[in-house]
Structure formats: C-alpha cells, structure tokens
C-alpha cells in the first residue's frame, strides 16, 4: 500500500508506519505523524471486499452517535490502484477500570435501547468475510429468518454440508423468537472485538451493525467467552430481558456458528447440527 497517497488525502506528513498485525481480511498499521499524531489504516482487497470499509464507518458513525460508549472515530476511507483503507482515530490501550464489567453491561444496554422503525440497516456490511444483508424487515422474524440464517444455511450448502434441516425447522425457530423492537447491535461482539482503553474504558471496534433483535449481541458474547458475569448482571437491571433468554441462545447462537462454518471449515459443523437438532 503507497501510505503516502494516505498521507496526502489527509494532509499530514508520516513518520513513522508500523504494523499491528490484523487478520484474514485486513492488514493493521500504525502511522505516527510528524506532528507525533497517530492514525490506525486498515487494508484490505478492494475487489475481494467490495465496500467493506464504507459500510464499517457508517457503522462506526452510527454506533458513536448514541454516546452510549467509545467507538473509534473514523476518519477517511477510500481506494487506491487494488487496495482499499479505512483511517481511524488511535486509541491507546490500558488496563480495566473500576467497575469495568458493570459499565459495559450498562453500556450495552444503553446501546440496545436505541431503535428504528424496522429491522435491518441502511447499507449492507459484512460479518468477518462474509456479506450481511440488512434489508428492512417490519419483524424480527422475517429479518432473522430471511436476512441472517438463510443466506448462510443457503452458503453451507454450497459448500457441500449436510444440515438435516426438516419441514419444522423454520416454524419452530419463528415461534421461539421473542417480538421485541429493533435494538442497534454491533452484530459481531466477541472478545477480540473491545479494547480497554488508556482510561481503563471499554471501547467497541470491528462492528457488523444492524437494528436486530438485541439478544443476538449477549448471544455471541456468551459463544466464546471472555466477558465477565458481571456484565450481564448489569446489563439485565439497566434493560430487563425476555423470560426464557437462556433457552433462547443456540437460536441466536446458530447464525454466527454457520458464520464460522462457512469461513472456516467443518470444525464447527457438530455444533451447528447439534443447534438445528434442537428446531427439528
């Protein structure tokens, strides 16, 4: 990538440029300006992920403007020959605060109580690797149904997986589907995607934003690991959920399995039959 067609678009002279790592997707760099600024670019394939950072800033922009919690600012994104990029606002790392995990919870819950008329999002964005389709669904349902779990139960078998789905599968999902408003969900929240802040705060990055059933969020957190009970405990007293959200995981779990599955491989494909065992 020519960091300086960056450095241009922005007007600031680099110093220094310094990688972060990243993943399949993106590379990650550190640029420190002349002025001692500091910038985060991520890079990626322009072809290969058409948009993908258009639609992260929108995210961004979106999640920011409820104040609920610190999401990095973005900055500029744009292309250059086969490379696209998306310039970020640094954000310094530390170590968790007082009552770090109850603050979360609280801002989750402040995060999830910002609604839209109807599910789904304004642009289409992409869940890791994958394309989401964010078409305005008047209920959680149709949204959950046709935008999230047919695309990628349609992708699986492209892939030659046998699901075993039967005649009762997609009934049985609607009907545990709790009618709830549309909640903003970063759409990704597993525990690489917070940092800590220099202020010991949490801060949400990498998000796959929507207006969605909200448990999908507290879904996948609780996939993976890696967030405190404490969390949800805050979380619950600031907004109450649904009876029976326990029971209700491997619904919302099963999306981001068949995610997994999909980019990753058959590795999960027992636990996303052991899921749809449950609806048959």
Not at 48 to 61: K, N, T
Not at 160 to 187: A, C, M, Q, T, W
Request: hydrophobic share 40%; charged share 20%; with cysteine.
């Amino acid at each position: 990538m020519d960091f300086k067609h960056i450095a241009e678009q922005n007007s600031f002279e680099i110093s220094t440029v310094t990688e972060l790592g990243g993943g399949d997707i993106n590379e990650v760099f550190l640029i420190t300006t002349n002025k001692a600024e500091k910038f985060v670019v991520k890079i990626n394939n322009a072809k290969e992920f058409p948009g993908m950072f258009q639609a992260e800033m929108e995210g961004l922009q979106t999640l920011s403007k409820t104040g609920c919690i610190k999401i990095p600012k973005p900055i500029y994104t744009g292309e250059f020959e086969d490379k696209a990029y998306l310039l970020l606002e640094y954000i310094p790392a530390g170590k968790q605060g007082n009552d770090f995990w109850e603050n979360f919870g609280s801002q989750v819950a402040c995060l999830h109580q910002h609604t839209a008329k109807e599910f789904g999002f304004n642009k289409d964005n992409y869940v890791g690797s994958l394309p989401q389709k964010n078409n305005w669904s008047e209920d959680p349902v149709e949204f959950y149904i046709t935008r999230r779990l047919a695309p990628q139960l349609k992708l699986a078998g492209e892939n030659n997986y046998d699901l075993g789905i039967s005649k009762y599968f997609i009934r049985n999902v609607s009907e545990n589907i709790p009618d709830e408003p549309p909640s903003l969900i970063h759409g990704d929240l597993w525990n690489g995607n917070f940092i800590i802040t220099s202020a010991g705060e949490p801060c949400l990055i990498d998000p796959a934003v929507a207006y969605a059933p909200r448990e999908m969020d507290l879904a996948m957190m609780k996939l993976f690991g890696g967030f405190d009970h404490r969390l949800f405990g805050a979380y619950n007293e600031a907004f109450p959920l649904e009876r029976g959200f326990e029971e209700r995981l491997p619904l919302w779990q099963l999306y981001y399995l068949l995610v997994h599955l999909n980019i990753f491989g058959k590795g999960y494909l027992n636990q996303v039959n052991n899921i749809i065992r449950q609806y048959n």
